[in-house]
Each structure stands twice: as structure tokens, then as C-alpha cells.
């Protein structure tokens, strides 16, 4: 009988220790948990969408315009920025290739940043001045600003809900295939908050975010090339992502700033 109350009171012992430590895991796990999340709601995400007409060529006896369509991702964590840059395409077929994706990074302190062949590029990278970088492949040039009103005139304003602002600009100048006929700038409330601009004076002056510019042709015959050319749109849009793949793009900023301070 003593035997037996011995073997209860140690399976109750385990009982209770296999509970605590059940208790403690969850505990830790919760903490984990609500750490890592914490961790990648410091990341932020924008994506950069430009279109660019191209070229044309010939379908059926009717003349077609192919444009580049791509998003580049800007990564915001802290004090560092990250840019995912355009994939090598197959002009081709017009396909992507994974894994391609280049990724620019700098401390926004810093005058220079490092350029990786990829997200999994072990090297130190390759420096570069951050400005001329990203005028050159970042889509960072000079500010967009108000049209010309010799050149230009404000034809509509159109007020979506009290959020997004559309201005169209009509040209005042007939001239060849390559004359810009209209421009659209779409201004949004909401998404001032956003970091990057196409254009701060606009922001100031507007207390919007201007966040998506199109640049219209329309129909025209091209007299160098004896052919009609359709319509044709330049455009470019910011738009806030979900980062994808955040724990890796953490990791990979984590490892440049270690790399940073072991330089120093």
C-alpha cells in the first residue's frame, strides 16, 4: 500500500513539473512570438511601380507599343534604407528572372551606400555615392514640379471622397510623336506619412503626398517613321507594401550594420 501512495505522489510530482515547464514554454513562446512581431512591424515597405514605353513592333499589320513594367521595393528599418532593384529581364519573352534582384543599402547619415548582387551576396559590396546611385537606378532624380504655364494649363481638378486629388494638365503646343500631350499628378491625404517623394515642394504646397504621375501621348503618325503610333503612358506610383520575406531582409540589414561597425 505504501508503495503505491510513493508512486502516486511521484507521478503527481511530474504531473506538476510537466505542467510548469508546459507553462513556462508558452510563456516564452508568447514572448517570442510578440518580440518577432514587433521586430517586423519595425520594417516598413514602398513600392516604386514605373511603366515605360519602350519600342514598337508589329502584331497583325497593327502597330503595338511594348513598355517595361517593374517594382522596385524600398525597405525602411531604423536608420537604414534598402532598395530591391529591377530583376534581369528576358527581353524576349519579357521575363524576370529570379534571383537577380540586386539590393542597394546606406545609412540615411551616410553619403554612401553598398550595392549586393543579391540578397544572399556574402561579399562586402560594392560603394557607391548614394545620390548619383539612385538617380541612375533608384528612379531618384530632380523633383517632379508644376508644369510650365507657358507650356502648360490646368485643365480639371477632380476630388476623390476627401482623400486623393487628381490635376490634369493639357498641352498648349501641338508638336511631334514625342510631345507630351496631357499629365496627371494624384495627390493622397493619407499617404503622407510616407518617407520617399517624388516631390517635397508639391507635398509642402499641397499637404498631400503626390503619389503617382502619368504622361500621356496620344494617337499620333510618326513622319520619321512613316507610322501611326498609338497611345503611349509614362508613369510612375508609389504604393505601401507588406515586405515580403521580412525576417530575411532584417537579418541581411542586421548583418550590413554589423559589418559597419566592425569597419570602424
Known amino acids: 500500500m505504501q508503495i503505491l501512495i510513493k508512486m502516486a505522489k511521484k507521478l503527481k510530482n511530474l504531473i506538476i513539473i510537466k505542467a510548469a515547464v508546459i507553462a513556462a514554454l508558452m510563456i516564452l513562446f508568447i514572448f517570442l512570438g510578440s518580440y518577432t512581431c514587433s521586430k517586423k512591424s519595425d520594417l516598413k515597405c514602398l513600392g516604386l511601380c514605373f511603366n515605360y514605353p519602350l519600342s514598337t513592333y508589329k502584331e497583325n499589320d497593327e502597330i503595338k507599343i511594348y513598355s517595361l513594367k517593374d517594382t522596385i521595393l524600398i525597405f525602411y528599418y531604423f536608420d537604414y534604407i534598402l532598395y530591391r532593384l529591377s530583376a534581369t529581364i528576358r527581353f524576349e519573352t519579357g521575363e524576370k528572372l529570379k534571383g537577380t534582384e540586386p539590393y542597394f543599402i546606406y545609412n540615411k547619415k551616410d553619403d554612401f551606400g553598398y550595392l549586393y548582387t543579391s540578397i544572399n551576396d556574402s561579399s562586402r559590396g560594392t560603394k ?29 481638378k477632380i476630388k476623390v471622397k476627401e482623400d ?8 498648349l503646343k501641338q508638336g511631334d510623336e514625342t510631345t507630351i ?17 517624388f516631390s517635397k515642394k508639391l507635398d509642402s504646397i499641397k499637404a ?21 503610333l498609338p497611345k503611349r503612358e509614362l508613369s510612375f506610383e508609389m504604393i505601401e507594401e507588406d515586405p515580403p520575406n521580412p525576417q530575411k531582409i532584417i537579418e541581411f540589414i542586421k548583418k550590413f550594420e554589423s559589418s559597419l561597425i566592425k569597419a570602424k
Open 164 to 171: 486623393i486629388l487628381i490635376e490634369k494638365y493639357g498641352s
Open 181 to 197: 500631350d496631357s499629365i496627371y499628378y494624384y495627390y493622397s491625404k493619407d499617404m503622407n506619412k510616407i518617407e520617399y517623394s
Open 208 to 228: 498631400m503626398k503626390l503619389f503617382k504621375i502619368r504622361f500621356l501621348y496620344n494617337e499620333r503618325t510618326s513622319t520619321a517613321n512613316k507610322i501611326i
Open 128 to 156: 557607391y555615392p548614394v545620390d548619383s546611385f539612385l538617380a541612375n537606378r533608384g528612379l531618384k532624380g530632380k523633383d517632379f514640379d508644376i508644369p510650365i504655364d507657358s507650356l502648360w494649363s490646368l485643365t480639371e
